[in-house]
């Protein structure tokens, strides 16, 4: 059997001395979509930043592709192809749609492959593509998100 794409085990973080996750575990496997459902303070953004890097672990185990990252700094993970698109709109308002999605390939260390990665962008949401040259803080809410 093939390790899954992510693998979260037995997840603890604190919070000083308040517990934000204890005991969180799941797989994500390659190719497929998993959704984290909880009430509000449930512990959803606390995962997903602990995956990322954001925030320290506690206690417990992350896997990403097979290989243990738990510790890791948030710019390694994204280095190894694990990103956390950000709830809220954490743009540079004032830079256009384009810049806000170079920026985004900043870490990519083969930059011939970003021309491509723009198109791809664009083919999925062709809406950025229109308003590539418009300021990223004149977007709407739904385009911001995109
Ligand atoms: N920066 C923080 N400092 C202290 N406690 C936090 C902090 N962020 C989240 N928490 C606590 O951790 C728990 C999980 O919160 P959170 O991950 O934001 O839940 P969700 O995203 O599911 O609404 C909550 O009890 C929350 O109060
Ligand atoms: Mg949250």
């Known amino acids: 059997m093939t390790a899954p794409l992510l693998r979260v085990e037995h997840l603890e973080v604190h919070y000083g001395d308040l517990i934000g996750v ?8 390659e190719g497929s979509v998993v959704a984290l459902l909880g009430s509000n303070g449930g512990g959803k ?3 997903l930043n602990a995956i990322a890097g954001l925030i320290p672990v506690y206690a417990g185990r992350i896997e990403f592709q097979g ?7 948030a710019f390694a993970i994204v280095r190894r192809g ?5 709830e809220g709109w954490r743009l540079f308002v004032q830079q256009s749609v384009e ?13 011939k492959r970003v ?7 664009y083919a999925i949401f062709p809406r950025l593509k229109e308003r590539r ?14």
Do not use: C, H
């Open 22 to 29: 204890s005991d969180v575990s799941f797989d994500v496997p």
């Open 45 to 47: 953004t606390t995962t």
């Open 67 to 73: 290989l243990e990252i738990t510790g890791e700094s």
């Open 82 to 86: 694990l990103a956390l698109s950000p």
């Open 99 to 111: 810049n806000n999605l170079l920026l985004g390939a900043t870490p990519l260390r083969d930059r």
């Open 115 to 121: 021309a491509a990665l723009l198109e791809r962008v």
């Open 133 to 146: 040259n418009q300021r990223a803080g004149t977007m709407s809410g739904g385009e911001r998100q995109m």
